[in-house]
């Protein structure tokens, strides 16, 4: 290796691109004869602007996002969004949250302080391992929208078919699948990805919002930076935006049109998580933790049984070179987190590694 890099299995801030990061230090220090670097920049100077317009052109171009959407780029990150969602999408002060997984149930805490949420289906019952049926929701007649986490990030469970909405507004938190394979966007109301798990530095929030869903009557007490219509009036300039990772996604974007965009993402992605499932279940130490179907592409949460292992695991790993393997202390044991920028080779040489551990250690 080149650079000395080691692994990085971590499920956010995540790996990035090596190209991408090459091409960042290339003009780190003088943008394009521009004699400074993007982080010095006037936001209101012709180059950033032309930066900014890229990358939301390089965006909408990847996810053929119909011209009714607009895309927004906030600072907050995803975390933000479980209140400006509700503040902004609650017109008769009703929704209803899919609880499946750690994301899921923050977001429906922030709701609760807005208006009247309805848990319309939860896979509380075995810690989040499945994604519940959600064919034939009971979802009340002014319900504003139906909300649910596309990905759970610490559970690792992804939605295989979107729910029946019956209609309603679908809002989707899509932070740890974003871009990992296609989506039709005309599906959804509002689509939003915290960008530090899939595409860049953290800080910052990518929001695709319906046109007609962006409202200018909210309490009057709404902070101005919360409301979706200052963001869109302003070509998401209101105020100094979170430049640099804008700057970094745009890359991201245009790197991952050049390498054929989310079909070839998705062929990569699947072929990568294959390697580690097809080990999970060949394996006698280690186990995966999701049921088949609901198993994500991105993050692989995996499980020997027996805490002091899983320690021991975790160390031995770090020791090899793959880092960031712990899993989150609500599901225990490990996680491999597996994003668009990790090669196929990392997840093959993290196989071998653990296949050898068992056998030394089984
Ligand atoms: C990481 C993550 C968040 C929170 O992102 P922040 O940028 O840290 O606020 C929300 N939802 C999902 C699914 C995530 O993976």
Redesign the pocket.
């Known amino acids: 290796m080149q650079y000395n890099r080691t692994y990085n299995f971590s499920?956010?801030p995540a790996t990035m691109p090596e190209p991408v990061l090459e091409e960042i230090r290339d003009e780190m220090m003088n943008y394009r004869g521009s004699g400074m670097c993007v982080m010095e920049m006037s936001h209101r100077s012709p180059v950033y602007q032309q930066i900014i317009d890229e990358a939301e052109q390089d965006l909408r171009d990847l996810m053929h996002i119909p011209d009714n959407y607009r895309v927004l780029f906030i600072q907050?990150?995803?975390?933000?969004?479980?209140a400006m969602i509700p503040m902004n999408l609650m017109k008769n002060g009703v929704a209803c949250y899919v609880e499946t997984g750690a994301?899921?149930k923050?977001?429906i805490s922030e709701a609760k302080k807005y208006g009247e949420v309805h848990v319309v289906a939860s896979s509380k019952d075995r810690n989040f391992c499945y994604i519940p049926d959600c064919s034939d929701l009971d979802i009340p007649e002014n319900a504003d929208y139906v909300y649910i986490?596309?990905?759970?990030?610490?559970h690792g469970v992804t939605w295989p078919k979107l729910p029946n909405t019956k209609g309603h507004v679908l809002v989707s938190?899509?932070?740890?699948?974003f871009l990992s394979r296609p989506c039709n966007v005309s599906d959804y109301g509002l689509i939003y990805?915290?960008?530090?798990?899939n595409v860049g530095p953290?800080?910052?929030?990518v929001v695709i919002i319906r046109e007609d869903l962006i409202r200018e009557d909210l309490d009057p007490r709404t902070p101005v930076y919360m409301s979706y219509k200052t963001h869109a009036d302003n070509g998401s300039m209101y105020n100094t935006p979170n430049c640099w990772a804008i700057y970094c996604c745009g890359k991201v974007f245009k790197y991952l049109k050049s390498i054929g965009g989310l079909e070839e993402m998705e062929k990569g992605n699947i072929a990568k998580a294959k390697v580690m499932y097809d080990f999970l279940d060949s394996s006698k130490m280690f186990t995966g933790t999701v049921d088949k179907e609901f198993r994500s592409l991105m993050?692989i949460p995996f499980v020997t049984g027996n805490k002091e292992l899983d320690a021991k695991v975790v160390a031995a790993t770090k020791a090899a070179g793959y880092d960031n393997l712990k899993g989150h202390k609500s599901v225990g044991g490990l996680r491999a987190s597996v994003y668009n920028a990790m090669p196929k080779e990392g997840v093959e040489a993290l196989v071998e590694f653990l296949k050898k551990f068992e056998e030394e250690n089984g």
């Open positions: 499920a956010g907050g990150g995803a975390t933000l969004q479980f994301w899921s923050k977001a986490c596309e990905n759970e990030t610490i938190d899509q932070s740890s699948m990805a915290g960008v530090q798990k953290a800080g910052m929030v993050n």
